[in-house]
């Protein structure tokens, strides 16, 4: 189910979602990727550091909002150029509950051989969690 | 004390072969949640023409990080990590990594600015595959905040 360049605009919106995230998420993330940091898992250290609480790792969020754009496309390998900014952490209380990642795209521009440059929004809990979140996508 | 402006431009050596692992994908894409079948099924890979599995956009981070250290602990830059943070990220895609790739990175320090009393470097890793051709570029921005600051 390849998306083809031709049945896209500047405008179109790719399907949201929303990603739930806890304390056991960012343990297990921390394992996967090598980023024991123990700001993403030590409460009283993230204090001690002027954090509000535990925070998701940066790497996480940018993993999830790209998943709009795989999602869509199918195969991940369409996505040829992925940067973003990371502008407010997010948050993860050990509530049992912890916090949700939304994330939406649309495309923004119409690029040569068949590219599209897609913008994605992540927010948590009403802020704006990356800036400048751009993935160029090879379409079909 | 901002950082010495020499180490624009300086080029550590490459890193020794990371060997990319079915099973290390699979535990990534558990890890963020993804069940896209080109993670972890071989032949829902080779049906998106990929020869093996490949790895979420976002993994060569993984490898990229490890190499990154040599920038971090570099003891001549005396960078101070207990004060960077990850401004931003990018990365610039030849092909998706895959199983059974065995990559190297090579880290450059593209710039050092001095922004606010923060020092703001930026970092790129070149990751090439076994027989030299370029996967993936790696740009993280590192943010080591002024020491009198508090933390956010």
């Known amino acids: 189910m390849a998306i083809s360049f031709d049945e896209v605009e500047v405008g179109t919106e790719l399907p949201a979602q929303s990603f739930p995230v806890t304390r056991a998420t960012l343990v297990q993330y921390a394992g996967a990727s090598g980023d024991f940091n123990p700001i993403h898992w030590n409460e009283k250290f993230a204090l001690e550091v002027g954090l509000p609480d535990v925070i998701a790792h940066g790497m996480f969020t940018m993993a999830e909002a790209i998943r709009v754009v795989t999602d869509w496309v199918g195969d991940p390998a369409a996505v040829v150029e992925y940067g973003v900014r990371f502008t407010k952490p997010v948050p993860v209380p050990n509530d049992g509950v912890g916090a949700v990642i939304e994330v939406s795209g649309k495309v923004a521009a119409l690029l040569d051989d068949r590219r599209v440059r897609v913008d994605l929004l992540a927010t948590s809990g009403g802020q704006k969690v990356l800036g400048m979140s751009r993935a160029v996508v090879q379409l079909g | ?152």
């Open chain 2, 1 to 152: 004390m901002p950082l010495d402006p020499s180490f624009i431009g300086r080029t550590y050596p490459p890193t020794a072969p990371y060997e990319v692992g079915r099973e290390k994908i699979r535990e990534f894409a558990v890890a963020v949640g993804d069940a896209n079948p080109a993670y972890t099924d071989p032949e829902a890979a080779k049906a998106f023409g990929h020869p093996d599995v490949i790895a979420p956009p976002t993994f060569p981070f993984v490898i990229t990080y490890a190499a990154a250290a040599q920038v971090v602990t570099d003891p001549e830059l005396g960078l101070d990590y207990s004060r960077v943070v990850h401004g931003d990220q990018k990365f610039v895609y030849t092909r998706p990594v895959r199983a059974g790739d065995r990559l190297t990175v090579t880290v450059t320090i593209d710039s050092i600015k001095s922004l606010a009393g923060n020092d703001v470097l930026s970092v790129r890793g070149e990751v090439n595959d076994e027989s030299g051709e370029h996967v993936v570029t790696s740009v993280m921005t590192l943010v080591a905040r002024a020491a009198d600051e508090a933390g956010e």
